[in-house]
């Protein structure tokens, strides 16, 4: 692999080409194109080769890309071929949702530690894994090597926790709760905004359903209802 920086719009787009290789391996295909890989990333074919290209990856002309190679290549652009602790912060109903979900040891992650403020929940165990308070984070960072931190509080607690993360060392977060937060330089934040894209999709879904209400207007009723 190069070690020259892979743009982040690249990076973005390799998670996507990495579920339909993995779907593709599982089905016994060797090889795949860039077209495919395209459709999956809502790209050009032309953008899947510069992509991957960062990872020196050229593939076959007329054949494509090997598979299992590609699968181990994206994986260690990405840093999945060792597992990452990672920890996470307010266990609602959200919160317990992503403690419970299989996915993540799938892929390379392991929950490592659940924290949360209420007395009602400390102490109490998800999956076998004990819910520690808020004011243990920087321990559980140390001792569980935890190198991702997710947010799943209220909004109006997550700025709060993200200084706790940053001061007891990490440098990355992924944040479900709606607010904007602010983080130091250095340290990577991702957010995660369910009623943002449940917001575009409404948009969608309503665009779908003007065009159908246009192509109705003018004509005969007997057409409108199909008969």
Same mark, same amino acid.
């Given at each position: 692999?190069? +070690?020259?920086?892979?743009?982040? *719009? ?14 593709? *391996?599982? #089905? &016994?295909? *060797? ?6 890989? *395209? ?7 032309? %953008? ?10 050229? &593939? ?10 590609? !699968? ?16 996470? /912060?307010?266990?609602? %109903?959200? $919160? #317990? ?13 392991? =929950? ?13 165990? !998800? ?15 140390? /001792? ?5 931190? =997710? !947010? ?6 997550? #700025? ?8 007891? $060392?990490?440098?990355?977060?992924? %944040? ?9 330089? $250095?340290? +990577? ?6 009623? !943002?894209?449940? #917001? ?21 009723? $007997? =057409?409108?209802?199909?008969?």
């Amino acid at each position: 692999m190069t +070690t020259r920086p892979v743009p982040d *719009a690249t990076v973005s787009r390799l998670p996507l080409y990495l579920r339909v290789l993995v779907e593709l *391996a599982d #089905q &016994g295909e *060797a090889t795949v194109s860039s077209d495919v890989l *395209a459709d999956a990333a809502g790209v050009s074919s032309a %953008n899947v080769r510069k992509d991957l290209s960062h990872l020196g990856s050229y &593939g076959t002309r007329g054949i494509g890309y090997d598979v299992a190679h590609l !699968i181990h290549e994206i994986r260690q652009a990405l840093g999945l071929t060792q597992h990452w602790s990672i920890l996470i /912060a307010g266990v609602g %109903n959200l $919160g #317990q949702a992503l403690a419970r979900y299989k996915g993540f040891a799938e892929r390379g992650f392991r =929950v490592a530690a659940l924290i949360d403020v209420d007395p009602a929940k400390v102490g109490s165990r !998800i999956d076998g894994m004990e819910v520690r308070h808020l004011d243990e984070l920087p321990k559980l960072v140390r /001792a569980e090597r935890v190198a991702i931190g =997710v !947010i799943a509080t209220p909004a109006t607690d997550a #700025q709060d926790v993200a200084d706790r993360m940053v001061q007891a $060392g990490l440098r990355s977060i992924l %944040n479900f709760a709606p607010a904007m937060l602010t983080v130091p330089e $250095g340290v +990577t934040i991702r957010k995660v905004d369910l009623a !943002i894209e449940l #917001q575009i999709l409404s948009y969608y879904e309503q665009r779908d359903a003007l065009r159908e209400l246009k192509g109705t207007i003018g004509k005969p009723r $007997g =057409v409108i209802a199909g008969s």
